[in-house]
């Protein structure tokens, strides 16, 4: 059930568009960060108000990247990357994320770096907030965040929030001086768009929602819708590496391939993960008992989460001190599984060809750490500042069981936000931002997977009804379906779409990667 703060939901006053030739002279143009390595990009920043209701509270600086079109230009593109807390910089700037060639030469791409990130003015949680012992720090846990980052950034923190980020937008697209722009928003970005298309509705031309947030669901909702999808995509991953055997060579079945993946975790931390086996095939029996045929599979099924959770206890019993948690493998398998371009390095690691990806790295370069630090907190607060759903009581028990027993990371960040432990202490400071596509001239599109982990397909149809969006259902794994530009046929209809505002697909196959082993 919602708890909307009623109060809240009014939108920011209107900006006034104001003229090119006085706009461009409110840009301070600047050297782009350094994980911006596409040499045509031109980076800067203006300033904005830090509360759009109370500018007199004054000022801070929001910064973007633009990439000019290498050809005839046919518009300009706003893009976002979602989290809320993903780069800007790299979303468009970086050669890596490979967009349609098409977009390059056709579209200025603009991507604004969300305010409390580094490249705008970031939030300031280096100091310790006092007055908070271990169990206050615990209970209330989410005000001690907030009261750390307002000793370095006071006043900042309530303002970081999708409705002050959409009128940064707008103030940007006054000092590029466009008259209208096209949105590209990947995932919380689809929320962010929306926002902006639908409060913005005679600047905005075209809208390409990839991978759609539901408002309704904000936040702790869409933290518990994740906890299954991570574990159904995790299946998938396990079904794909069992279908590439002869590559891999893990097992010829996705419990095969577990119990594989599960070895390496143990050798690494001295426990086994908790996460629940995929489902058993009659492959898995064991030859003594291959005459129980499917019977005996489903046994097995039945049986392995509770064998799993109870290995995992004896284990730690056995050697004290050992946690799941502190598993490159397992850590690395949570945060690559959404992404199926990175399913060949997965399995070629855990096949032992390929060291474990780091994804924990951060080196000791000091902007990488302040980007980070800025990134994690920035997302905190925005969650908590606009969080309108109702923490779920029989959740804090699995909370405790998770963060203080199991170490599960397949539960442990979904958990947090669905018992309220995240946001507890914070009230927020913003309500849920209406989305409305009716006043848009042309229709937005809207990409979906059917086996997104983080945006479930499920949870695409509030959005959806809301904004009047054309859906693309894009049947496979993957969250940010074109995220990438590695599925050809969804690269097509995102241009074409782009171009002529017009898309009749309705439903394209997903990505599938190509095994490759180091090995």
Not at 220 to 241: C, H, P, T
Not at 337 to 363: F, N, Y
Request: hydrophobic share 35%.
């Amino acid at each position: 059930m919602l708890a909307v703060l009623a109060a809240t939901t009014a939108l920011s006053p209107f900006l006034i568009s104001t003229p090119l030739a006085a706009a461009q002279e409110n840009i301070t143009w600047e050297e782009c960060p350094p994980q911006v390595d596409i040499a045509s990009a031109q980076c800067g920043r203006i300033d904005v108000p830090m509360h759009y209701s109370d500018p007199s509270l004054g000022d801070i600086s929001v910064g973007f990247v633009k990439v000019p079109a290498q050809g005839q230009k046919r518009g300009t593109v706003f893009g976002n990357a979602g989290g809320p807390g993903g780069d800007a910089y790299s979303f468009f700037g970086n050669q890596a994320m490979n967009w349609p060639a098409a977009m390059y030469q056709e579209f200025d791409l603009v991507a604004v770096q969300p305010r409390g990130m580094v490249g705008s003015t970031p939030v300031d949680c280096n100091n310790i907030a006092p007055g908070y012992d271990p169990l206050s720090m615990l209970t209330r846990e989410g005000a001690f965040v907030k009261d750390s980052c307002e000793i370095g950034t006071p006043g900042y923190t309530s303002s970081l929030t999708t409705d002050n980020t959409a009128n940064d937008w707008e103030r940007v697209r006054q000092a590029l001086g466009e008259d209208k722009i096209s949105i590209f928003g990947l995932s919380y970005g689809t929320y962010l768009g929306s926002v902006y298309a639908s409060r913005y509705p005679q600047h905005t031309d075209k809208v390409v929602l990839d991978s759609a947030m539901s408002p309704n669901l904000a936040w702790n909702g869409i933290m518990a819708s994740q906890e299954q999808g991570y574990k159904n995509s995790l299946n998938d991953f396990f079904n794909w590496v069992a279908a590439n055997n002869d590559t891999y060579h893990l097992g010829a079945t996705p419990l095969a391939v577990y119990q594989n993946w599960s070895n390496k975790i143990v050798a690494e931390t001295g426990t086994n993960p908790t996460v629940a086996p995929p489902p058993a095939q009659v492959g898995d029996i064991p030859p003594a008992f291959a005459w129980a045929g499917q019977t005996g599979a489903d046994v097995i099924t039945a049986t392995n989460p509770a064998s799993v959770q109870i290995q995992g206890l004896a284990s730690q019993l056995l050697n004290p001190g050992s946690n799941q948690s502190m598993s490159p493998l397992l850590n690395a398998s949570r945060a690559l599984i959404p992404q199926p371009t990175t399913w060949p390095m997965l399995a070629d690691a855990i096949a032992g060809h390929t060291p474990i990806p780091d994804v924990s790295e951060t080196g000791d370069d000091p902007y990488v750490i302040e980007s980070m630090n800025a990134s994690v907190n920035m997302q905190r607060l925005v969650m908590c500042n606009e969080n309108t759903v109702a923490p779920d009581p029989v959740a804090i028990a699995r909370m405790a069981w998770t963060g203080f027993v199991t170490g599960d990371v397949f539960d442990v960040y979904s958990v947090k936000f669905s018992s309220g432990q995240a946001c507890s202490g914070i009230n927020p400071s913003s309500g849920q931002q209406p989305t409305d596509g009716s006043q848009l001239a042309v229709r937005p599109l809207l990409l979906q997977g059917t086996s997104d982990p983080q945006t479930p397909y499920w949870t695409h149809g509030d959005l959806a009804r809301s904004m009047n969006a054309h859906v693309v259902t894009v049947n496979g794994p993957g969250h940010g379906q074109a995220y990438g530009g590695n599925n050809q046929a969804v690269n097509n209809i995102v241009v074409d779409y782009l171009r002529t505002g017009h898309a009749t697909a309705t439903s394209v196959e997903g990505y599938t990667p190509t095994p490759i082993t180091a090995g």
